[in-house]
Nanobody, 127 residues
């Protein structure tokens, strides 16, 4: 049974940092990522990462424009875990953050590319 379990959410002040983790089990997920849903808004893409297909080039990553330069996605293949380091947090980053994964290698930037979802972890950024 596939499970994606997020952790690391919480309440921080603007400018501070948080690190989210997503532990995957029940399968192999070359593609993993994060989406978020703010109150009253649709769920949106945040970041995604795939395993390296060309060893010397490292994994492939994608970011939403709103988080580029502030958020960094990474993964530990041995632990089947993805991370989202969030720096310089803003009040508009407040949302439920969902881990997403797929058994396909191709990187996703939309919900249609996601095969599995976590239950979400709440991030609240106060001003």
């Amino acid at each position: 049974q596939v499970q994606l379990v997020e952790s690391g959410g919480g309440l921080v002040q603007a400018g501070e940092s948080l690190r989210l983790s997503c532990a995957a089990s029940g399968g192999t997920f070359p593609s993993m990522g994060w989406f978020r849903q703010a109150p009253g808004k649709a769920r949106e893409f945040v970041a995604a990462i795939t395993v390296a297909t060309i060893p010397y080039r490292g994994p492939n990553t994608r970011y939403a424009d709103s988080v580029k330069g502030r958020f960094t996605i990474s993964r530990d293949n041995a632990k089947n875990t993805a991370y989202l380091q969030m720096n310089s947090l803003k009040p508009e980053d407040t949302a439920i953050y969902y881990c997403a994964a797929n058994t396909a290698i191709g990187i996703f930037t939309g919900e249609s590319g996601v095969g599995y979802w976590g239950k979400g972890t709440l991030v609240t950024v106060s001003s």
